[in-house]
């Protein structure tokens, strides 16, 4: 199934997002703001082409294309992100018709005859004079450098000499009373359940599910304001058993294995309507057959004293349900002995099932139970929908069936001794792991074609093959996030998230035609252009890079090009093969997303090419994001212009620097490298990647080489720029030059990286590159995931950690203060309390000497700290309250830099706060962390004066980040 490629403007379901749940405008999940929309490494462009231009540093943006932009208190001048709603469904002429580029303010502009000039090609174009007035779309256009245009999306009509009555994409007929009859917008969920989770996880779902569509049906003022739901149930183990959730009462479900055979898919899409294996979701309606499905599956807790209040709360579905509650009764007293006293939990017989099926290995045909979701979601129906998402859940990985990633041999084989030491084996064998992602990238792409996003949420300790469930989730940009348990307040948050704030995005047309106009796949593009002196050469984040080779005019823009070209050629300019094939090519590239998501964001790093003229004296760019609305019945299209100064020269350029935006993006580079390496690839999207444990050892090893060969490099060029201004001011001023207030520090590497180099040494020694003794290789695998597409504010927290403390208890002040300090260990102060935040984990730790009662107020307001800050994070991190000495602390600890080796000079001038201790107190504080390799875990000083040593031979082992 085929999608035509629409854009849109945010319905009254998007428009209601925009201004629900912060109060002051500002989504909950997106946190974006004006100063977000794109950010670049410096303010300024280098001035040559080659990285001794740079000072070995990179150039490159930032874009979080869907963010959202009304937050007022967060907009600076020229910031604010102006709206234009089209009239008659179509684009302004603001369309350079030679490389299509939008009007911006950089344009130049004759109003008398209102011919404007294009500041990416130079091309003369022309727009009519009469709505040239203060207001209008087109001098909105002109004064916006961050605008959105919203279009209408008229719907085909099938018949148009028949204007009083249409075909919906139903067949059906629908009247047409001067506007067409509006067909009901439908979202497919199909839930996707591993029975071998634990009770406790699978019970779960149910409510999670119920409670993040109950509020958001309470929360919609107008009931056609968003896409109705449905909601289908897929469980598999050994086989795989689709659920009737049309029906009420005794849960019921048909087993169904995939036929490739035509015949066979009419006889599944009519099963789909007979058998209610769908139900809707309406305002007000009951889950019960969802929870009496998953309770039949996962068990239920009997006793006969809630019994009644069960059946007053939730409600018997049936006499049948109703007996199957009192045998189940019966057989808890039976038991418990005659007088009914027992210790022993009432079991169902569901559960004593499961309990009874865990001494058997689990069985998970995934392939096929993820096959029969898709069918299932894309059954050609009278009313189908127009997305579908499937959401899987399972605490394991694929074994049984089509895709098994797990060796035979080892699967036969229990974990035994031998010669008095456990196996080495691992569960998941590589080869097979590798087959799997290709297989699963397959289904995946299957998927969004026919506009069917996949999630997963995995939970429990057991190996997942986590890769296997990422290349599954890429194709729609889906997410794949493993919980230590379901049953717990993750679930709910992180999928209210997945449901809520993203979505695929597809427009109605897309549904019932056949016709490709300009793109196949999810209607979620972004146009990134640029000068022609600028190459891009490398991506990181979300996305697939499409191939210069197709239209380069999308569907929308094509009325506006028209208008254009009409008036263009009435000025009597030539309007011969436009728009400019070349244009495009030199200075474009394309980038297709899986769904709109207002996290997604994408890394561009640049090149100054040799076209590179030295009297540019600025670098233009452009970026332009086009995507569906959640209804499909509208078009957005954003676009933000930037104009960059190029700099005078090196150091003009390191003046320039924005520090936070440079550590984002040596770090993606890293992270990006210890999951592909460093080899150059054709691929135009990031394919998941199956290693062994010693590749994936290897990986990260040689991206830690990469960041010390990186920060020599920089050192070095640093040093060596340093040298020629000094010695140029000696040949001026013939005076010494005066470092009394310069650290040694500032003088090996740029000032205004100081806070990036310690960011990188964070990053190195971090779970994100190091293997670390605290982390999985699943763990690994979704927090580089997460990394590459997160924006800038929460990568900055997964690269550093942001800690808070008490300061010293015995003061006064340390009652009521929260001072930041550095996230070292030598933070840990026995008479300190200690807040730390590291994005997917928050602490409270407690010194030996504040465990008493009276400091629980103070611990009570750190948890309010932590928990604000992280209230709309996405995942949502989990909060550990520790003391000092518990088992569970090196969790805490281990992520702490190691500065306690450092001599004690030194630590006093990189930490002052350690002036405030007395000196015994300080000595104990050293002397806490007795059992410590500073040759395999260095502190910071250690490893900078080590890597920007001239002897040092990183350089030579290592590959700069920037190459």
Known sequence: MTSLFGYSAPSAHEEKMEEESNGDGSHPASRGSGKDKATFTSSKCPSGAGLENSCELPFGFMWSPMAAYNDPRNLKGGDEMAVVKCDGNSLPPVL?????????????????????????????????????????????????????YRQAISKTNADDDEPEKQIGSNGKNSTYNGLQEKEEDYC??????????????????????????????????????????????????????????????????????????????????????????????????????????????????????????????????????????????????????????????ARSPWMKRSEESLSEKPKRCTAEALQCALELADASISNPSRTSRVILFTNGCPNSGTVNVVDPDVASEKLRKRNGKRATHTIVDTDRLQKALEYFDDLGNIAISAGIGIDVFCSG??????????????????????????????????????????????????????????????????????????????????????????????ENERTAFEKGLKLAAEKGFKIKNLPSEKAHEISMTRVQMGRVDPLSTVFVLMEVDDTFNHEDEYAFFQFVARYVSPMGDAEITRVLSFKILVAEDINDFLRSLNDEIMSVALAKIAVYRSLHGREETDDTRDMTVAGDVDLQEKLAYAAQLDIDATVQRISGAFRLLDLEKNTRMRSVSKKPISRSETSSLDIAFPPQLKETLNRLYHLRRGPLISPGPMRAMDDRAEQRRLFLRFPVKDCLIMMRPELWSTGSMTISSGWDTMLEFPPETLALWDDSIVAADFHDSMFIWTGANCTAQRYDGIRDKFKAHLLKISENRFPMPELHELSDGDSMGRRFTARLAPSHADPIDNQIVNFPALSELKPDALEQLRSKFKFYDSDSDASFRTWFWSVASASNNSKKAGMSLCE
């Open 96 to 148: 350079c018709v030679s490389c299509l580029a939008y009007m911006n303010p950089y344009a130049e502009m004759d109003k008398k005859s209102g011919i404007w000039s294009c500041p990416l090609c130079g091309h003369e174009n022309v727009v009519p004079t009469d709505e040239l007035y203060p207001g209008s779309d087109i001098m909105t256009a002109m004064s916006s450098s961050c605008i959105e």
């Open 461 to 554: 300790v057991t190996e997942l093959a986590l890769p296997a469930y990422q290349a599954m989730v890429e194709p729609s940009d889906g997410y794949c996030l493993p919980l230590v348990s379901l049953d717990t307040p993750q679930l709910k948050k992180n999928l209210k998230f997945v449901i809520e704030s993203t979505y695929v995005a597809r427009s109605e047309d897309s549904v019932s035609t056949d016709d490709v106009n300009f793109l196949d796949g999810p209607e979620c593009i972004l146009d990134i252009r640029t000068d022609s002196f600028l190459t891009p050469t490398q991506m990181c984040g979300s996305g697939e890079i499409i191939p210069s080779n197709t239209s380069v005019m999308a």
């Open 188 to 345: 497919t969920y199909i839930l996707l359940v591993d029975e071998n989770l634990s009770p406790k996880d699978g019970q779960a779902i149910a409510p999670a599910v119920e409670a993040i569509f109950k509020e958001q049906i309470a929360n919609a003022e107008d009931g056609d304001a968003h896409p109705k739901a449905r909601i289908g149930l897929v469980v598999f183990g050994k086989s795989v058993s689709i659920y009737q959730l049309g029906f009420s009462g005794l849960a019921s479900a048909d087993v169904y294995m995939p036929n490739e055979s035509d015949a066979d898919n009419t006889v599944f899409d009519a099963a789909v309507e007979k058998r209610s294996y769908l139900a809707e979701i309406q305002t007000g309606g009951e889950f019960t057959s969802l929870r009496n499905s998953l309770s039949s599956i996962f068990g239920v807790s009997v006793d006969e004293e809630a019994d009644e209040s069960a059946s007053d709360s939730i409600g018997i579905s049936s006499r049948m349900a109703m007996l199957s509650q009192r045998k189940a009764s019966r057989l808890r007293k039976k038991e418990s002995g005659a007088d009914g006293v027992s210790n022993v939990t």
